[in-house]
């Protein structure tokens, strides 16, 4: 689970900004909303809201890069990280951008930090703690001669020849956990951290993400539990008995389905053929519904094309939490309301949080509704972005706001107290003078 996530000099991130999983307190429905790992108490959900271009969604972006540029081992020493520092300012333009990440792998504390431009991992490093801070490494890169320097910490027991093996495989532009995934080492805790990257910090799900491609790849090939879908799609009253997957030809006729309804899924399937014209077989999902007819139930399966985008979003989201229902692991949503209804919403959010262990969902959200429920709330699980006006972002937590707690947090974001909102002018538009002559 992760504690907390710093990023510096990232997008929208001008100056360091801390999203905190750290529980303030064991009051207010902590068995709910936390989890105690150990002499950790760790939220297990972030709720972001603020206006458009504020950087809500930036802060998962951040956390995808991270992740992201911490697996990567496919970089040859010519290619750039793609770094992209906060443009509003020329000190920051060619400064290096900071992550930092503070976790938990079982009941163990990790920080991992790195520092970086386009050209070079500059910094690296990680730490445990077990009670007290200690090194595994540090990494250091020579930007004139590209050369990758590593210091081992005592708590690290690592051969001189892996050591080398290591820096031989670890280019200028590549973390050491990358250059280690290009070896055949045996380096237990780089396997716990890799394994703990791959998956449990999932991708980022965008509003546009091809969630259910993904999850009825993973129904073919079993390594999806789908009665849980089928129950979580159940529940939510969408009336589905049965969710599977068949092979459908790709013939002129699905595609032309496919333009007028899923143009970017068409667009992929025109982009494969190409690619691979044998390969013309294409995965489509089958729902199952019951319906009653003269008192009576009846089944009727209905291949996706068919059905609302409400429930194949709702598909998607219930295969990835599927996966994390029996084992730990951390989703972040953008924009988790796309396409659902606020109770569908609302009912998604209570899934996770009843039927997930040390398990977390970091997501974004203009439907804040969500924070009327003042009683059932913690603030310390509320986050703001506010747009400064040098352009930069302002992240803060519903629990770093002096007020009354008898408020209503719905009404005050409403009005403005908690700020995070957009400053909205008239939405008249002046006439063209030329159109008075």
């Known amino acids: 689970m992760i504690?907390?996530?710093?990023?510096?000099?990232?997008?929208?991130?001008?100056?360091?900004?801390?999203?905190?999983?750290?529980?303030?307190?064991?009051?207010?429905?902590?068995?709910?909303?936390?989890?105690?790992?150990?002499?950790?108490?760790?939220?297990?959900?972030?709720?972001?809201?603020?206006?458009?271009?504020?950087?809500?969604?930036?802060?998962?972006?951040?956390?995808?890069?991270?992740?992201?540029?911490?697996?990567?081992?496919?970089?040859?020493?010519?290619?750039?990280?793609?770094?992209?520092?906060?443009?509003?300012?020329?000190?920051?333009?060619?400064?290096?951008?900071?992550?930092?990440?503070e976790f938990l792998i079982d009941e163990t504390k990790f920080t991992y930090n790195i520092e970086f431009n386009n050209k070079y991992i500059i910094n690296e490093n990680l730490y445990t703690y077990s009670p007290n801070k200690a090194k595994y490494f540090s990494r250091m890169t020579n930007v004139k001669t590209e050369e990758v320097n590593l210091e081992i910490g005592y708590r690290f027991d690592i051969s001189d020849i892996d050591k080398r093996t290591l820096?031989?495989?670890?280019?200028?532009?590549?973390?050491?956990?990358?250059?280690?995934?290009?070896?055949?080492?045996?380096?237990?805790?780089?396997?716990?951290?890799?394994?703990?990257?791959?998956?449990?910090?999932?991708?980022?799900?965008?509003?546009?993400?091809?969630?259910?491609?993904?999850?009825?790849?993973?129904?073919?090939?079993?390594?999806?539990?789908?009665?849980?879908?089928?129950?979580?799609?159940?529940?939510?009253?969408?009336?589905?008995?049965?969710?599977?997957?068949?092979?459908?030809?790709?013939?002129?006729?699905?595609?032309?389905?496919?333009?007028?309804?899923?143009?970017?899924?068409?667009?992929?399937?025109?982009?494969?053929?190409?690619?691979?014209?044998?390969d013309n077989i294409a995965l489509d999902l089958i729902l199952e519904h019951s319906v009653k007819n003269k008192g009576k139930e009846e089944l009727f399966q209905l291949p996706e094309l068919l059905e609302s985008a409400g429930t194949l979003r709702y598909f998607g989201l219930s295969g990835v939490l599927s996966e994390i229902i029996d084992r730990s692991g951390i989703l972040f949503i953008d924009e988790l309301e796309s396409s659902l209804h606020p109770d569908l919403l609302n009912h998604f959010i209570n899934t996770f949080m009843l039927n997930t262990k040390r398990s977390q969902l970091i997501f974004t959200s203009h439907y804040y509704p969500l924070l009327e429920e003042t009683d059932e709330l913690r603030k310390d699980v509320v986050w703001f972005t506010e747009k400064l006006t040098d352009g930069s972002t302002e992240l803060y937590s519903l629990k770093d706001i002096k007020i009354r707690s008898v408020l209503n947090y719905y009404k005050a974001y409403k009005t403005g107290k908690f700020g995070a909102k957009p400053f909205i002018g008239t939405a008249y538009l002046p006439k063209n003078e030329k159109d008075d002559e």
């Not at 950790?40 to 890069?65: D, Q, R, T």
């Not at 793609?82 to 990440?101: G, H, K, R, V, Y």
Request: charged share 25%; net charge positive; proline share 3%.
């Open 3 to 101: 504690l907390k996530f710093k990023v510096r000099n990232h997008l929208s991130m001008k100056n360091e900004v801390v999203l905190d999983f750290v529980a303030t307190k064991k009051d207010k429905h902590f068995n709910f909303f936390c989890e105690e790992i150990g002499k950790y108490k760790v939220l297990k959900i972030a709720m972001l809201f603020g206006p458009n271009a504020s950087g809500k969604s930036n802060i998962l972006y951040a956390l995808n890069s991270f992740r992201n540029i911490i697996l990567n081992d496919k970089l040859s020493k010519k290619d750039q990280i793609q770094q992209i520092p906060f443009e509003f300012d020329s000190s920051t333009q060619n400064a290096p951008t900071f992550f930092e990440l």
């Open 167 to 278: 820096i031989g495989n670890t280019t200028h532009n590549m973390t050491i956990l990358s250059g280690y995934n290009k070896t055949s080492l045996q380096i237990k805790v780089f396997d716990i951290i890799n394994e703990w990257f791959n998956y449990n910090l999932r991708p980022i799900v965008k509003p546009n993400t091809e969630l259910r491609e993904y999850v009825k790849n993973q129904i073919q090939n079993e390594n999806i539990e789908t009665s849980l879908i089928e129950d979580m799609l159940h529940n939510a009253d969408f009336n589905v008995k049965k969710a599977f997957v068949k092979k459908t030809e790709i013939t002129k006729e699905f595609l032309e389905g496919l333009k007028e309804r899923e143009p970017i899924i068409y667009k992929k399937a025109i982009e494969m053929l190409e690619k691979y014209p044998e």
